[in-house]
């Protein structure tokens, strides 16, 4: 990853933003008062509370609000219910290194009835995806079932592991690949390296592909690492750029986003443009991406800041900055059952989490 700053400590942060249901974005104020915005709201502080995380990557809740939290090093799960953070088990076949280790969750459409929980993860050879059955074990605690290994082969290297996955509306899984530092593979479409596959849950390339039988979705990214549907089905990605021009982008099945022959909003003839365009990646470098009420969250790694883009069907706003340089880099957003917004942070300061609420 980009710029990553050597003098945090070796602990990592997260915090949670609530939010009404309303157009809200998860701050007091703008951090740039000169932006302006449909995305912009108030909230204030309601708690603070101590979480015990390293380097969290991903959250997802189960039915009855208990988060779920992957730590990229530890290759643990941790378990979050009424503020208190336990052990779940260790997944097995995570081999830590740079940005790879234990990445994305992902849980089953039918998880009240199968209990399958998804994971991304880097191993010794490959990035792949498993599942495992997650399930109380009769002491009220949950139980981690050994990993069955759906989809493996995707490239793998210090960086660009990409490694977000989510289940979309159509009931497939969606995962979001990096280039793995090999440009050759983005415009490929028989490599795995810089895309968006689509799966069945079983681990099978979607019927209806663009490319038949064949798990790409979409090409041409560079390192993809966030996916939300909005409420009309559009699937968007956040995705890093190299030294400049990160990127929301509007995924159409088949598209060609450009890496590494063209990045941002260029015009160019064969490539699709992103919508949102952070030129400086000092200001960026977009991670976790949650949709809803019709405004993006994102959060920002190398930017310390949450971003909030008003959407409106294929036309997104002006991006509004939050919390700038304030808590940190912000790794994953996320929509609890209760209508929170959690956004994870990779500090590696002493955990804490901030509970806010809209201020009207």
Same mark, same amino acid.
């Given at each position: 990853?980009?710029?990553?700053? =050597?003098?945090?400590?070796?602990?990592?942060?997260?915090?949670?933003?609530?939010?009404?249901? =309303?157009?809200?974005?998860? !701050?007091?104020?703008?951090?740039?008062? $000169?932006?302006?915005?449909?995305?912009? @709201?108030?909230?204030?502080?309601?708690?603070?509370?101590?979480? $015990?995380?390293?380097?969290?990557?991903?959250?997802?809740?189960?039915?009855? =609000?208990?988060?779920?939290?992957?730590?990229?090093? !530890?290759?643990?799960? #941790?378990?979050?219910?009424?503020? #208190?953070?336990? !052990? %779940?088990?260790?997944?097995?076949?995570?081999?830590? +290194?740079?940005?790879?280790?234990?990445? $994305?969750?992902?849980?089953?459409?039918?998880?009240?009835?199968?209990?399958?929980?998804?994971?991304?993860?880097?191993?010794?050879?490959?990035?792949?995806?498993?599942?495992?059955?997650?399930?109380?074990? +009769?002491?009220?605690?949950?139980?981690?079932?050994?990993?069955?290994?759906?989809?493996?082969?995707?490239?793998?290297?210090?960086?660009?592991?990409? $490694?977000?996955?989510?289940?979309?509306?159509?009931?497939?899984?969606?995962? =979001?690949?990096?280039?793995?530092?090999?440009?050759?593979?983005?415009?490929d479409t028989s490599a795995l390296g810089g895309k968006i596959l689509r799966l069945t849950a079983d681990g099978k390339a979607a019927p209806g592909n663009p490319f038949g039988d064949n798990p790409v979705y979409?090409?041409?990214? *560079?390192?993809?690492?966030?996916?939300?549907?909005?409420?009309?089905? *559009?699937? /968007?990605?956040?995705?890093?750029?190299?030294?400049?021009?990160?990127?929301?982008?509007? %995924? &159409?099945?088949?598209?060609?986003?450009? /890496?590494?022959?063209?990045?941002?909003?260029?015009?160019?003839?064969?490539?699709?443009?992103? #919508?949102? &365009?952070?030129?400086?990646?000092?200001?960026?470098?977009?991670?976790?991406?949650?949709?809803?009420?019709?405004?993006?969250?994102?959060?920002?790694?190398?930017?310390?800041?949450?971003?909030?883009?008003?959407?409106? @069907?294929?036309?997104?706003?002006?991006?509004?900055?939050?919390?700038?340089?304030?808590f940190g880099r912000l790794r994953d957003v996320a929509k609890a059952p209760d209508g929170t917004l959690w956004v994870l942070s990779n500090n590696r300061n002493p955990d804490f989490a901030l509970i806010l *609420? *809209?201020?009207?």
């Amino acid at each position: 990853m980009r710029g990553l700053a =050597g003098a945090w400590a070796a602990r990592a942060a997260f915090l949670l933003c609530s939010v009404a249901l =309303g157009v809200a974005a998860c !701050t007091g104020v703008p951090s740039d008062p $000169g932006t302006s915005g449909t995305s912009a @709201g108030r909230l204030e502080v309601v708690g603070k509370l101590d979480a $015990g995380l390293q380097i969290p990557w991903s959250v997802v809740f189960l039915p009855d =609000g208990t988060a779920v939290v992957s730590e990229r090093d !530890t290759a643990l799960l #941790k378990g979050i219910r009424d503020g #208190k953070a336990t !052990t %779940i088990g260790e997944v097995s076949g995570v081999v830590p +290194g740079g940005e790879g280790g234990l990445l $994305g969750l992902a849980l089953s459409p039918r998880f009240t009835t199968d209990r399958w929980l998804y994971a991304y993860f880097t191993s010794a050879t490959d990035n792949r995806i498993a599942r495992m059955k997650l399930a109380p074990d +009769g002491s009220g605690s949950l139980a981690l079932g050994t990993p069955e290994v759906l989809f493996s082969g995707i490239p793998k290297a210090t960086t660009h592991n990409g $490694g977000r996955i989510r289940f979309g509306p159509d009931g497939y899984l969606y995962a =979001g690949t990096g280039d793995s530092q090999r440009r050759e593979q983005p415009q490929d479409t028989s490599a795995l390296g810089g895309k968006i596959l689509r799966l069945t849950a079983d681990g099978k390339a979607a019927p209806g592909n663009p490319f038949g039988d064949n798990p790409v979705y979409s090409y041409g990214h *560079r390192n993809v690492q966030g996916l939300a549907w909005d409420a009309g089905g *559009r699937l /968007w990605a956040t995705e890093f750029g190299p030294d400049v021009d990160d990127e929301l982008n509007l %995924i &159409v099945p088949g598209g060609n986003y450009g /890496w590494p022959t063209v990045t941002g909003a260029p015009g160019r003839e064969g490539f699709i443009d992103a #919508k949102i &365009v952070w030129r400086s990646t000092a200001d960026a470098s977009p991670s976790g991406l949650e949709i809803f009420d019709g405004v993006a969250y994102t959060g920002a790694l190398r930017g310390q800041r949450l971003w909030t883009v008003a959407l409106d @069907g294929e036309t997104a706003s002006k991006p509004v900055a939050f919390y700038t340089n304030q808590f940190g880099r912000l790794r994953d957003v996320a929509k609890a059952p209760d209508g929170t917004l959690w956004v994870l942070s990779n500090n590696r300061n002493p955990d804490f989490a901030l509970i806010l *609420r *809209r201020a009207e």
